[in-house]
């Protein structure tokens, strides 16, 4: 911190229950975040209040704060202690197994994360003030002490936004790219307007879509607010537990976690249920910010013919549209999103490894690697379906 700057201490708890809301949200929801609701207070406590983190699911917390003298909050970063990498969408299997064969124990690791979510965001939360970047370094000094002075392998901030990863690397993080799939709202006034910048193959290929969902009898509308009810909830819990169970063999939330979302953050909600003769048969789930949809969950209990692409995609761009947000993202994986207006983008993380020996290899791989998302970020781009000039 400058000579200056007040006295900040560092400390880490297991709950949010010990940080106040309004503090934690004027850090993690400061200018930058763009309002993002996996940030705030009340989506990582429904976490813990729902068991969908703890102990018992290898995501426990150690949220570390930074606080000045007078207890007022200047700075908290996400933190939880992983026994495993489940759930984090950025792959290291690879380099634990690497690890362990050299004889080293690559678990437990601190992961700077929203747990199951690669939705981009701030991972070093932030009062903003004069003193906010020297809050930023000692944030990311702590974490690598933590992980030091605790026989912890590593730390690993995923999906942070690419601020935050340039300083990581400043203190000699590793730096690791990604990608995934967002749409961009071009000032589009109706979905129409949105196909006309398509090519006309692909404007009538999504037509197409779209009136197989309708052929088949579905009713697919978005509910919002005080709209959600128990029963809308119990029918999307089935659907995301179908999906999650034939993916990830444990679906990572609980029944209770969609219950508090509903009492506590109904406002932030889209849900797209998709009925057949007033019976739902599937759904999707997604959160909106200050300008951004965020696409997360989707299930169904019967198979319909693009009924997926409708419900994820096609109804999220239909909101954005509707409520001039700027961006819709849809998430990892899928090269399928390409053909629906939704292109590649660069994600970002940063590493600290402790083991002198085990950095040096990761750092090799890294640097062989992060060109190779770069290029294939722009062979994707190659398939983009919007109008090229001059093509109709």
């Known amino acids: 911190m400058p000579d200056d700057s007040p006295t900040v201490g560092l400390r880490v708890v297991e709950s949010l229950a010990a940080v106040d809301a309004a503090q934690w949200d004027a850090c993690a929801l400061a200018p930058g975040a763009a309002g993002n609701p996996f940030l705030s207070h009340r989506l990582l406590k429904a976490l813990e209040d729902s068991k969908s983190v703890g102990r018992r699911t290898g995501w426990q917390p150690q949220y570390l704060l930074a606080e000045s003298g007078d207890g007022t909050l200047q700075g908290a970063v996400p933190l939880y202690m992983k026994s495993h990498s489940q759930g984090e969408y950025i792959f290291d299997h690879g380099w634990a197994q690497a690890f362990e064969r050299a004889g080293g124990r690559y678990y437990p690791k601190l992961q700077a994360a929203i747990p199951f979510t690669p939705v981009p965001g701030p991972r070093l939360f932030v009062r903003p003030g004069p003193y906010a970047d020297g809050v930023r370094d000692a944030l990311i000094d702590m974490l690598a002490k933590i992980a030091g002075d605790n026989n912890i392998s590593s730390v690993h901030a995923t999906f942070c936004t690419e601020d935050d990863w340039k300083r990581f690397g400043a203190h000699g993080w590793l730096l690791r790219l990604g990608q995934q799939y967002h749409w961009s709202n071009d000032g589009y006034t109706s979905f129409d307007d949105f196909l006309r910048a398509l090519s006309s193959r692909k404007r009538k290929a999504i037509r197409k879509e779209r009136e ?25 819990f089935a659907f995301y537990m179908d999906t999650g169970g034939r993916k990830w063999g444990t679906p990572y939330l609980t029944r209770a976690f969609f219950d508090i979302l509903g009492c506590t953050m109904a406002d932030k909600v889209v849900l797209v249920m998709a009925e057949a003769d007033g019976r739902p048969v599937g759904g999707a789930l997604n959160l909106k910010g ?21 419900a994820c995609y096609y109804q999220a761009i239909d909101h954005a549209i509707e409520h001039g947000l700027a961006r819709v993202e849809a998430g990892a994986q899928g090269d399928h999103k390409i053909q629906r207006g939704y292109l590649p983008v660069k994600t970002y993380s940063a590493h600290w490894i402790v083991d002198p020996g085990f950095r040096r290899a990761v750092d090799s791989y890294l640097k062989q690697e992060r060109p190779a998302v770069e290029q294939e970020i722009a062979s994707l781009m190659q398939y983009s379906p919007f109008r090229k000039e001059n093509e109709q």
Request: contains cysteine; charged residues 30%.
């Open 212 to 236: 197989s969902v309708r052929r088949e009898g579905l009713t697919v509308r978005r509910l919002c607010g005080d709209d959600i009810k128990v029963a809308h909830w119990d029918a999307f």
């Open 290 to 310: 200050d300008d951004t949809l965020y696409g997360r969950y989707w299930g169904c209990l019967e198979s319909h013919s693009f009924l997926h692409f409708e």
